[in-house]
């Protein structure tokens, strides 16, 4: 048997980690400034994520939702604090995709309607309702078309205005930052009137902070910047360094009812001792203030002067969410990027690339990247 090969692979395999460094299996060493598509929170083998899994797997790796497990408990009273949602509640499952596909089930079961409202460029994820709201018509085979998702263009609340106000919709979904897009922001005013939009029409808000979320953009949800509170969050990427997670943030407005939810996998012993352990490292040493603090400088080193990068026509995101777009001439960029200077980066389509460190790279590791940077880009 062979793998069914859906990915484009680059003829690298890491083998090794540590903080923001890889290393091949021919033993070359890269720098890691994509982290997994945002997954990477903490650096590569943290020494105390790596303590608490050993620990933890010497006592239990797992057992069903069907008994009582204290690590779930600990890990939503501890979630809540650190994010300003502390008199919501967590749902535990197995990945972004899970995390909005019961997001939206919840909406729906609240309000019993049927329809989501979701925006162009968007992306939610590959499982049916999940790529049901992700504006990719590539990814959505046949089976999963269907006539309960509107798109509407980001930032055009008037257009919003006229779908809610048919008062079929369940929901909106609305990532904090559009990641696979291209990192494409919703303006402030914008997030302002979706919420009074949704409190008039009684639809549910829906944040995906899937990518955008858990420290990344300087403050622990992108949304947060805008000063509104979302009815549900969803959460993964950065949740647990690489241990396979998602999280439904609920508000309090929405009953639980026995098996309206359900995963077999979702909030095992692993997967919260992993979780706990981010957010310990997350506080210990204070990562979100880091992420602010590196997203600057490299705001700072791509506007040299005020102006922008001559390699750029574009310069996205918050912190260390950030999408570069690349002018025409400079085409070729990232990968010249990965096998030249041997930086991981990602990428949006064949013009956009993606930085998405983990919230531990240092000042001077981002000054390194910007040197190599020059020197591949200099006339």
């Known amino acids: 048997m062979d793998l069914f090969k859906v990915y484009k692979l680059w003829d690298i395999e890491p083998v090794r980690g540590l903080d923001t460094t890889l290393w091949d299996k021919e033993g070359n060493e890269y720098t890691d400034l994509y982290g997994g598509h945002a997954v990477i929170s903490i650096g590569h083998s943290h020494p105390h994520y790596v303590t608490m899994l050993s620990e933890q797997l010497k006592k239990l790796g797992f057992y069903s939702n069907a008994v009582q497990n204290s690590l779930q408990k600990e890990l939503a009273a501890r979630l809540g604090k650190v ?37 162009g460029k968007a992306f939610h994820g590959r499982t049916s309702g999940a790529v049901a709201v992700t504006d990719n018509p590539k990814i959505r085979a046949p089976f999963n078309s269907c006539d309960n998702v509107t798109y509407v263009p980001l930032n055009d609340i008037a257009a919003v205005e006229k779908e809610l106000s048919t008062g079929l919709y369940a929901g909106v979904i609305i990532e904090g930052i559009q990641g696979v ?42 949304h947060q910047f805008s000063g509104i509170r979302a009815d549900i969050i969803t959460t993964a990427k950065g949740m647990a360094n690489g241990f396979p997670i998602g999280g439904v943030i609920i508000s309090p407005e929405f ?43 490299f705001r700072f080193a791509f506007h040299p002067d005020g102006a922008l990068d001559p390699a750029l026509s574009e310069y996205r995101g918050k912190g260390l969410m950030i999408g570069l777009q690349i002018r025409p001439e400079f085409a070729g960029l990232r990968d010249r990027l990965l096998f030249e200077e041997h930086f991981f980066t990602g990428a949006a389509g064949a013009d956009v690339i993606r930085l998405l460190p983990s919230l531990t790279i240092s000042v001077g590791t981002a000054s390194r990247f910007m040197d190599s940077w020059h020197k591949l880009t200099a006339k």
């Open 255 to 297: 009953k639980a009812v026995y098996g309206m939810l359900g995963t077999t996998f979702g909030g095992n012993h692993l997967a919260c001792t992993a979780a706990l352990a981010v957010l310990d490292v997350m506080e210990n040493e204070h990562l979100i203030e880091n992420a602010a603090k590196v997203g600057e400088y």
């Open 83 to 119: 994010c300003g949602y502390d008199d919501y509640s967590l749902f535990l499952c197995n990945s972004g995709a899970e995390a909005n596909e019961n997001a939206m089930k919840l909406a729906s079961f609240h309000t019993g309607r049927s329809k989501m409202l979701a925006f």
């Open 181 to 222: 897009a291209g990192i494409y922001e919703p303006e402030d005013g914008f997030m302002k009137e979706l919420r009074r939009l949704c409190d008039r029409y009684g639809t549910v808000l829906i944040l995906d902070e899937i990518q955008s979320g858990y420290g990344r953009t300087g403050k622990f949800f992108a």
